[in-house]
């Protein structure tokens, strides 16, 4: 089943390379995800994720089931839906990412450091990145829930507004030059209006994604960093206030609505 | 649709008297900046904009040739970081500003490119991010937002459909200047466009806008078939 699922990704992930199929492709691509959906190479991270969670790993040579990832000790399900979220013990807003790394940090004694300042696919971050693999697919089908009463959460939703308003770098984009408008098309990729709920949700609660276009598994925090790249500004953090800030605003703003996770992606 | 004209018509003005203006560069000084100047109707209280600002630097890194001036806004950037445009008096001001800063062709050669090259350079939305070495041979991602060349099926809607551009609004020389100050400085005719300053912002050379005009205005071009 591994390995159908893998020449899959790669059968299509070639077919999707070549530029003059790719516009096509891309035009219909609902067609192409409805293939998919029995099988979302994705769940190959699944369950990797879920190995991992269950390891001991790191210093501290323990495992991740007393991770709080909101919802009590080791309660995984239905708790990527409700995040971001306020935590005390961190007295912070945190993502799901954010929150592992946490995790990572008191339960295994992996340094912070090592994902924050690693490369996306690779090393702890690519741990990560099953981790959250998993973590959401024990949310599929849920319903966006973020509590934004938590005066920090109102902040963040706040600032995360500002943000995603923010025109700046070298072509003076902000996430709105792309993302407030309803239809719109960057060359033939369809482009969420994430100042409404649908598209925020849309937009929200598709990441993380399996890539077809590059077969590659990425996260929000990925995703972020990727438009970021494209908007032309320096770069981001990981883990950064302003991408906890976005995905507050986005997650709330699609409160409400199904999450696809993990999603299926161009 | 009586406005939109009369809006064309001014703007195709303001692009004339731009023109006029090139070279002195005292038009910019002249406009007095009003004190209480560019009021941000955000949702948002007040307090939180130094916070945005720290948080845009903050949580930044140089990388490459992306560094973190990046993150630092410009009069117009500022002005145009909410939901909802200045009002028409900043927005008068902040355009004569911008006009102020487009480059006219030095020898009066606007449309001479070669539309093969400007063909190249609009379908390219290569450049400046921090994964690329240079800040030269940009593309001008022309495609990213715009129709232009009827045959071609996958390009963006952000912006209008240029198809067709010089068949259907002719080769004046004002339909000339003003696409020319447009490819410089497109904040020059609306300070809150969506579209990137090309020439100002140091995306596309002057021979490159040469170029883009040339596959906008040349009768063989593509885009006039």
New interface residues.
């Given amino acids: 089943m591994r390995k159908q699922l893998i020449a899959a990704a790669i059968g299509a992930g070639v077919a999707l390379a070549s530029p003059a199929v790719f516009a096509q492709q891309d035009l219909n691509f609902d067609e192409y995800r409805a293939m998919l959906e029995d099988g979302n190479p994705a769940e190959l991270y699944e369950m990797e994720g879920e190995e991992l969670w269950k390891t001991a790993r790191g210093p501290k040579n323990a495992t991740l089931e007393q991770c709080d990832l909101g919802l009590g000790p080791g309660v995984v399900q239905g708790a990527a839906a409700q995040l971001p979220r306020y935590f005390a013990d961190a007295d912070k807003v945190q993502d799901l990412e954010t929150r592992l790394m946490y995790c990572m940090e008191k339960q295994q004694g992996i340094d912070p450091a090592e994902i924050v300042n690693g490369k996306f696919l690779q090393g702890e971050r690519r741990q990560m990145a099953a981790l959250v693999a998993y973590v959401v697919g024990q949310s599929k089908g849920e319903k966006i829930a973020v509590d934004l009463s938590h005066p920090k959460m109102k902040e963040m939703y706040a600032l995360g507004e500002q943000a995603f308003y923010y025109r700046t770098g070298a072509m003076d984009f902000a996430c709105s030059s792309c993302h407030s408008q309803d239809g719109k098309r960057i060359r033939a990729t369809q482009l969420p209006n994430i100042t409404k709920p649908e598209g925020a949700a849309a937009g929200w609660g598709s990441w993380p994604a399996y890539r077809v276009s590059n077969s590659q598994f990425w996260t929000m925090q990925h995703r972020l960093w990727d438009c970021f790249r494209q908007q032309r500004t320096a770069e981001p953090i990981f883990a950064s206030d302003v991408t906890i800030a976005l995905s507050v605003f986005m997650a709330g703003k699609g409160n409400g609505a199904e999450a696809q996770w993990p999603g299926v992606k161009r | 649709m009586n406005s939109a004209f009369a809006l064309r018509s001014a703007l195709l003005s303001a692009a004339i008297v731009g023109l006029a203006a090139c070279g002195k560069k005292e038009e910019p000084a002249k406009v007095e900046a009003p004190a209480p100047a560019v009021q941000a109707p ?4 007040d307090d ?2 130094p ?2 600002e720290e ?2 630097l ?6 490459g040739i ?3 001036d ?4 410009d009069a ?3 002005a ?4 909802t445009q200045p009002d028409a008096e900043t927005m008068k001001r902040l355009e004569a500003a911008e006009m102020a800063t487009i480059q006219w062709p030095s020898d009066g050669n606007y449309t001479g490119g070669d539309w093969k090259e400007g063909q190249k350079i609009a379908a390219s ?1 290569r450049g ?4 690329d070495k240079t800040p030269d041979n940009n593309g001008g991602g022309c ?3 715009h129709a232009m060349d009827p045959n071609e ?6 912006g209008v459909s240029l198809e067709g551009y010089a068949k259907l609004r002719g080769t004046s020389e004002e339909v000339i200047k003003y696409t020319w100050g447009k490819l410089w400085n497109a ?1 020059a005719y609306n300070a809150c466009s ?1 579209m ?2 090309n020439g100002y ?3 596309l050379t002057e021979a490159q806008i040469r170029h883009v005009m040339a596959y906008l205005f040349d009768p063989q071009s593509p885009v006039n078939q």
């Fill in positions: 955000a949702p948002v209280a939180l904009q916070k945005v948080m845009m903050a949580s930044f890194k140089a990388n992306a560094s973190l990046r993150q630092k806004q117009v950037q500022k145009c970081s909410s939901p939305g400046l991010t921090w994964t495609y990213n937002c099926v996958s390009e963006g809607t952000i904040k969506d990137p300053r912002g140091g995306i």
